[in-house]
Nanobody, 128 residues
Framework: QVYTVESGGGLVQPGGSLRLSCAAS????????IGWFRQAPGKEREAVSCISSGDGSTYYADSVKGRFTISRDNAKNTVYLQMNSLKPEDTAVYYCAAGARGILSSVCVLFEYEYDYWGQGTQVTVSS
């Protein structure tokens, strides 16, 4: 089976930080673009950030720009999402997705339908 595995979620106070990790099962991450998406209760899933497989180009949703940082460690076959200055509105289940077909063979995009492999998600709750 081929899927991603997210970890690192939890409960944090507003202004705090968390680092999410994305690992791969059944494939290697280094030749895949990786996207992070999130879904809050009662809302549609939205894109957060992505990183390409080649030059490591990154993109961020406006809502997280300047607060979140995506990075990859190919030696560890892991992608990270460092989340700082967390706000209550960041509360959501965070999903990591991987893809290598089509446009994702060269760049990353914030469109979830381009990604093939998904995980079960990890819960992030920002609350005092």
């Amino acid at each position: 089976q081929v899927y991603t595995v997210e970890s690192g979620g939890g409960l944090v106070q507003p202004g705090g930080s968390l680092r999410l990790s994305c690992a791969a099962s059944g494939f290697t991450l280094d030749d895949h673009a990786i996207g992070w998406f999130r879904q809050a209760p009662g809302k549609e899933r939205e894109a957060v950030s992505c990183i390409s497989s080649g030059d490591g180009s990154t993109y961020y949703a406006d809502s997280v720009k300047g607060r979140f940082t995506i990075s990859r460690d190919n030696a560890k076959n892991t992608v990270y999402l460092q989340m700082n200055s967390l706000k209550p509105e960041d509360t959501a289940v965070y999903y990591c997705a991987a893809g290598a077909r089509g446009i994702l063979s060269s760049v990353c995009v914030l469109f979830e339908y381009e990604y093939d492999y998904w995980g079960q998600g990890t819960q992030v709750t920002v609350s005092s």
